[in-house]
T-cell receptor, first 114, second 110 residues
């Protein structure tokens, strides 16, 4: 199993550009989520999904869109990038449960917005 | 707002010593998890303790949970240089969302 994969590993954008961060898992996990990590702030939850067709907002959803059309994929879209979105983005997945279980993290995408 | 807060923010010890880091949280939880992050890498799950458990062990790791004080501690015994990393606690908030604290940075020198 590849686990959780994220592409790209690095990305530089100009203010106002759009892009999609890709996340895929091959463990048949129902639960997937996106976090951003900034220095001194730890990880903050952006959006999460408990299954295909179901998404919900986390702590810092503004400026980001998600969709979950398949169990395997959970892309994160930046519609109009801003310098404040410069961060490292992590995708995570876990098997289903009533409450959060062990999360499996991808290697991260380092995004810089100029 | 972030659910868990780790303490201390940074910890420096010598190889062979024990490292203790704490996590406090604000609301009732169903479980609490600890993760490790090596520099520039993704997070790795260490241990999960449920709200009805008070202590759990995994190798050199010992986790305690005190729901009355809304706090947890992670003890790493006989630390090694390879334990140098950031450690995060995470708790569920509003059911299925998992919220992380800001982390403790552990430095183990040989």
């Amino acid at each position: 199993n590849a686990g959780v994969t994220q592409t790209p590993k690095f990305q530089v954008l100009k203010t106002g550009q759009s892009m999609t961060l890709q996340c895929a898992q091959d463990m048949n996990h129902e639960y997937m989520s996106w976090y951003r990590q900034d220095p001194g702030m730890g990880l903050r939850l952006i959006h999460y999904s408990v299954g295909a067709g179901i998404t919900d907002q986390g702590e810092v959803p503004n400026g980001y869109n998600v969709s979950r059309s398949t169990t395997e994929d959970f892309p994160l879209r930046l519609l109009s990038a801003a310098p404040s979105q410069t961060s490292v983005y992590f995708c995570a997945s876990s098997y289903p449960g009533t409450f959060p279980n062990e999360q499996f993290f991808g290697p991260g995408t380092r995004l810089t917005v100029l | 707002s972030q659910q868990g807060e780790e303490d201390p923010q940074a910890l420096s010890i010598q190889e062979g010593e024990n490292a203790t880091m704490n996590c406090s949280y604000k609301t009732s939880i169903n479980n609490l998890q600890w993760y490790r992050q090596n520099s520039g890498r993704g997070l790795v799950h260490l241990i999960l303790i449920r709200s009805n458990e008070r202590e759990k062990h995994s190798g050199r790791l010992r986790v305690t949970l005190d729901t009355s004080k809304k706090s947890s501690s992670l003890l790493i015994t006989a630390s090694r240089a390879a334990d140098t990393a950031s450690y995060f606690c995470a708790t569920n908030q509003a059911g299925t969302a998992l919220i992380f604290g800001k982390g403790t940075t552990l430095s183990v020198s040989s």
